[in-house]
């Protein structure tokens, strides 16, 4: 099932929007049906008009004054209230934004369908009211419809005060993401808005009008002439109109149809090896979790299919609170409006001030916020503000180099430094100025495995056993283990014995680095929160003297090594917690925060301390600061946006909205560790035969293929599973799953706000796919 | 003169905007005036009701109405026109928004100083029309008034319709940076628009009502009669909202007066030594080149001073278009509401394509657009694209770094690989990972001393003459000179010796890097044209042989090393010019833009670069790409306002709005450097005794003190200048220079749209203040 109720170039249909009522939107729509219908007549088209919600019916029926006056228009009316008020106070019984989505979609999907034996069809949908005008929800207008995509006829006001209104509402519309290419208008000799308008729409929008209606006439039959000949006064105005939008609607499929390939031309894509790039998705628009997207109907065909795509990379990790949210639009409207970017050393603006506030609140191990532009840079400046606070302490030679103690798989940006901190792998394996500067440990991992939640212990470790199996994810995390286990003593004494050798190795280290929990780019890798919580342990406890530095950190002061934990991926939210390494019950002494920060909108990072690192760039010489900041550091648009994000995840957090997903999984439901996905869908994937081990956690559902080449990120396993999920759609939905391959990791990520019938879906499709790769 | 037209403690001033016209916009004028005259008389302050523009006059007078209704308002209309009509059409001889401001100003300034004896003051200013109804200009009323950032009363709509007029005015007012403390509209028991918007506002403004006037009456006596008593009715409604105007004007207060000592708390600023930091300036709000500040009265004071700050630093050199640039904001909603940000490996959106698109129609010599968050990153995967590059021509070891060749005095960003590219200086001797990875140049510079423009020439390229000495700027970059003079043999020779020398020590080089023409972070130093062109032409003519490297490119491919151009504050117009570059009659093979890019709004980075280079990722190994791209790469809002930026950006370039700027500075006048400062200024700026040299060039002027201690950066000599800068105002002006130190440099920046009026204004301060240190 295609989801054709998007645009097609057969398909070509409009919202009809206003600027006020009472300004002549159903004359619009009829003139329009009428230019259409002339068009269609000469195209072998068809022509249908559409009024979702009807009050004041059967006095009032917009539907009816459009059959009144035109031919070969098949007008439809879904919904009819008596009330002759605005629609939200129309009545009491009224149906759900999504009831009348669903019933308006599928009358979309019977004009194409119905059009089968034609060219095609236009269709125009006639909202209520002025764009902001409530449906019976109360949602406005161009909230309830802007899913659907449609461009926009917007029918300016012609009276006195109608250019506010007119310019207002196209704002309004173009904040939702709606393409406005006509403004109608009567023409009114007393103001002539329609001139400016057209100057100030200029380049944007055509401004066309049409003439006055007539008095309206008490007798019928003489109104209903009246307004024939009107009509037919009309017909010259807007037939000249639906020829521009016929040329504006083939001219953006043109366009649609040319995108791949110049995009192919032009683009240097990030991590894409060009020459084995297969399909280019062309992302239309996107609203909530799916994204709108166009790709040829077959390979090397030029007609386009429309479909609507799940979002299930979550757009490179980036969507907490899905695509285009309209509240996060409104902060960084604002703050562009406000500020656009303002300088930041010794200034302050409400924005930034108003997030770094909120980050403490939340971090309160923390007392600074420092600002830059992606996880990667936030990661560097963590490293800058780690070795050299252990520089100064342990009063090393301003030439040493200090490592870092980190994980195998771990993964903290792409910029030359915060490779250095990563062990050799795929990513910095390539690049000639890579220099590995640390010491990383294989973890211990985990993995749901034919049922059961395995822990699997590297041999260096020395343990009894090789791998301990739990019953539940949340066993792994219950507090209770983190403070007594036996593994535990397994764990401190194998780091305690390598520190050591490490030390006597002559090797200085400045910085223990880790992502809590999951390791996203190094393939979906849950390590043990036992092991991540032992090193953290040691090192404070220990670290000093193991390490060979003697010198303790006064109390208060951070111990050991400095702790930087990566919260990039893992954070905000993404595990549901603001923090996650608060599952490993450590804190951190530098914690690094980006992508969900802002809510999936606009590139924003923070790297968050304590006083007891701040301390050591300060002095009376300008040379010893962190010299460190790039242009648009706490730009207030991001920082707007990330206050804005953070308000609605927490709101999201204690209203009860994820309660659903905040099922026990093992331990007592206070402590439990949160995730979406269902514990019988996780044990059924991780029992197929080509299925190595499952990780379902917060909002990450990761599925390790078998791969008996050891290719891993090189591996082309998961691509062929991923684009199986863009070309699936599930049954009953007409929606397909927008993955991303990760080698031989498949994983499909949801948003904060994914609803529980929608992971359903998600999981379903997966499950689906991978059974048919058996 | 201060600024105390902006809202202080004590004057607490409200624009009056409507949400359309007949909402009774001047009835609840009337009605705020006359609650705010009860507070009035309470806390002895004095009320003022400003209507800027009256049409209809005499028959139609707001202020007559307010007058007639309240008791000790100071009622003034500046501007009464006698047609009724909407004020753009209203008259032929409108004034000039400037005019208006200038007296509304002006008129703000006089209910502060008349308010002397008096607690302070309370201003009412009337708009006409709705938010965006024209002025006399055409400009919107909402555009007219920003710059003055008021905080606004809304009056919204009650009427059948009203819901969405009010709403799309409040968004449009949010969108110009408008805070909206209040909403008010009629209690129409018809519609009960009133309780939908409480909801809607709930958390950002308070709605309130006021009662329905009465039918107007015949008789003019009886009539007054009937609207005396209905705003005595009115009273009891808006004295709660009088009230609680107060109470959040005085929050409002508290908080900008505890935000400098919070932001000393929490923040953790770049390239700040905190303990140095005198005055942190609170930026409440930004407009066009100003910036609209709160500084302690004294120090140690709690009182805020209002100051409105030209932007003298460009807000860290971002700043091209202004601030708050609405046709920037107005995409960057788009965009927002559209898509918020959508993957882009693999795929496509508009924004990023049309943005791609663009600039290679700017950069003809370019094929590839790879997109990043910051010059560092873009900078970063400039080195990582060509020392590969390098590396497959020439068939190294992939453990060989292959070093860059650069000169000194160059910056290329905070991230460490982008450190590691240059030589060691004051930004990188603190940072433990650093690791020098190149050759750099002791480039001749260009300073204009006591009136000549002196070419320093090193003693290591042992030209006959330590310094050659010109009439102009524009005869430096004089293609005749850049092609012929017998400078670029003496270079060229250096050169060249100097690369055979490097090679024999068996040192391997992947890229030469520059910032073209102008060095920022490094001083403001000008580097001589002709320098950069002989090193340019030099590697790529013999550099393979003369560094043993042997291959040739083909014809079309890069020759010698990938040379790659820092653009990332030169580029974009700074100097006049979309790429800095083409001053030197160079073509890279790899450029990186930044700052400017965006106008000013927004963080993006591009690099951009040929095929020639790109083909070197290609195969069918996934591992072989280039593995760097940041989550929010390519974010669609980011291309959307760069994309803006651009077009306006050209459009300068080509309406005429330069034409000034482009003033000849000693050659041909089509191939002229471009600078906004005044010739005469420079030189008089060159002879003051405590300067040792000034670069004035595209929009930046910068004078290099004489700096006796040699401590450069670390110098304190530019920040005591900056200092009083902030304190100064020219004369006829409130306007103060908000500059930033950069060691023993002092620079002033405009915007790509600062008029010379400004300019000089800039230029005099500067000059006084240097003037004043004598």
Known sequence: MPSLHLPSRAFQAYNVFAANTNVGKTIFATGLCRAAALQAQQNNKRVFYLKPVQTGYPVDS???????????????????????????????????????????????????????????????????????????????????????????????DSKLGGISTTVTSY?????????????????????????????????????????????QLEDPVKELESMKKYYEQVDEHLHPVMERLDRKHQERFERLETMAQKSRDVFWWPFTQHDMVKEVTVIDSAYNDHMYTYAPEAPGKKELQPKEMFDACASWWTQGLGHANPKLTLAAAYAAGRYGHVMFPEATNEPALKLAEAMLEQNDWAQRVFFSDNGSTAMEVAIKMAIRST??????????????????????????????????????????????????????????????????????????????????????????????????????????????????????????????????????????????????????????????????????EWQGLPIVIDEVFAGMYRL????????????????????????????????????????????????????????????????????????????????????????????????NIWSMWNKNTVDFLSHLPNVQGVNAIGSVLAVELKDAEGKGYTSAASANIVAKMRNHQFEHTNINMFARPLGNVVYVMASQRTQPEQIKVLEQTLLQCLEEEL
């Open 391 to 556: 520089t100064i302490r342990y009063g090393w030679d301003d030439k040493l180099k200090p490592e870092i103690i980190g994980l195998n798989g771990s993964y903290h940006g792409d910029t030359i430094g915060a490779m250095d901190a990563c062990a050799p792998n795929v990513y910095n394996g390539q690049v000639q100025w890579y220099q590995p500067r640390g010491h990383w440990y294989d973890p211990p991992t985990v993995q749901t495995r034919r049922g059961k939640v395995v822990v699997t212990i590297p041999d260096e470790i020395k343990s009894k056993q090789d791998s301990v199996s739990y019953e539940s994810m949340g066993s792994l995390f219950d507090p209770e283990r983190l403070a007594n286990d036996e593994l535990k003593d397994v764990y401190e004494r194998f780091i305690r014995q390598s520190l050591e050798g490490l030390s006597s190795q002559g090797r200085k280290f400045g910085a223990v680095l880790m992502e809590p929990v999951l390791m996203g780019s190094g393939g979906m890798v849950v390590s043990d929160p036992l092991f991540q919580k032992a090193l953290v342990d040691v090192v404070r406890k220990d670290g000093a003297d193991l390490l060979g530095n003697g010198t303790q950190g006064s109390s208060g």
């Open 171 to 215: 704002e309004s519309l173009q904040m939702r993401g709606y393409d406005i290419p006509e403004v109608l208008l009567f023409n009114d000799k007393a103001w002539n808005n329609h001139e400016y308008l057209a100057k100030r729409f200029n380049n944007e929008a055509d401004v066309s009008t049409i003439p006055l209606p007539p008095m």
């Open 576 to 671: 549901g917690r603001s923090r996650a390494s608060s599952y490993l019950g450590v804190t951190p002494d530098i914690a690094a925060f980006a992508k969900v920060l802002t809510g999936g909108l606009i590139p924003l990072a923070l790297t968050v301390t304590t006083n007891s690192i701040f301390n050591n760039f300060l002095s009376d010489n300008k040379a010893d600061c962190l010299l460190h900041g790039h242009s648009y550091t706490a730009h207030p648009m991001g920082c707007a946006v990330a206050k804005a994000s953070i308000d609605i995840l927490e709101q999201l957090n204690t209203d009860g909205s994820w309660s659903h997903y905040k099922q026990d999984w093992g331990v007592k439901a206070n402590e």
């Open 62 to 156: 917009d539907a009816r004054h459009v059959d009144n006056f035109t031919k070969g228009v098949s007008t439809t009316t879904l919904y009819a209230y008596k009330d002759p008020v605005s629609p939200h106070v129309a009545t009491l019984e009224a149906p759900r934004d999504e009831e009348i989505l669903e019933k308006v979609r599928k009358h979309m999907l019977g004009c194409v369908e119905d059009g089968k034996q034609v060219n095609g069809s236009y269709m125009f949908l006639e909202t209520a009211g002025g764009v902001h005008s409530p449906a019976m929800s109360g949602t406005s207008q161009s909230e309830l419809y802007r899913s659907l995509r449609l461009p926009t006829v917007l029918i300016g």
